[in-house]
């Protein structure tokens, strides 16, 4: 019952920091013109905020293990803002730029991953793997198009982007790799005792 209480506060929680994030563009839209959000777009960065934390929530909630609970969060947080950061502005060129679509391709990639891995620490460092080569493939994908040329976006902008990106899920997949590690360790030390 206790768990329950927990989880039941942790939504609460949760929807609060959802409604004081969205509170951000609402306000800018007060004072500039450069942001405007439709009653869509308030919509689907709330589902997709709130489902990010949801997703954190479940995954982290049986694991007591700190390096595990940060690379999930990390892990989570890279992909939300690699989708919020494309959806609104574009990655490469502007957000109506196709190959900003293939971007979904590295989400698709670490769901597909952490679903078949059953979000297991060691599964989960590949999982990050694949969404890093995803990711360069992506970029190399741009580059060869030449979508560092005008009117797009400068070479410079483009490796930077996304080498964020990479360093991000390299980090999580490092924290993942470390949890395993500490799992395994404690385990053997279970069976000698």
């Not at 009653?39 to 689907?44: A, H, M, Y």
């Not at 109506?96 to 670490?110: H, P, R």
């Not at 969404?131 to 400068?154: D, R, W």
């Amino acid at each position: 019952m206790q768990t329950e209480n927990a989880l039941s506060k942790s939504i609460s929680y949760l929807a609060l920091l959802t409604g004081t994030l969205l509170l951000i563009p609402l306000a800018a839209m007060q004072f500039t013109d450069e942001v405007t959000w439709s009653l869509s777009d308030f919509i689907l960065a709330g589902i997709l905020i709130f489902g990010t934390g949801m997703s954190y929530l479940l995954i982290t909630r049986k694991s007591a293990q700190l390096a595990y609970r940060v690379a999930v969060g990390l892990g989570l947080f890279a992909g939300l803002f690699l989708i919020l950061a494309n959806l609104a502005v574009g990655i490469i060129g502007s957000e109506d730029n196709l190959i900003n679509l293939w971007y979904f391709g590295v989400i698709l990639a670490g769901i597909a991953g952490s679903l078949l891995v059953r979000f297991h620490p060691k599964g989960m460092a590949f999982t990050m793997l694949a969404m890093i080569l995803a990711q360069a493939s992506v970029t190399l994908a741009a580059i060869n198009k030449g979508m560092h040329l005008e009117p797009f976006s400068p070479l410079v902008e483009i490796l930077g982007i996304n080498a964020l990106f990479i360093v991000l899920f390299a980090i999580s997949g490092l924290l993942f790799w470390y949890s395993d590690v500490i799992s395994s360790n404690n385990n053997q030390d279970g069976v000698r005792s």
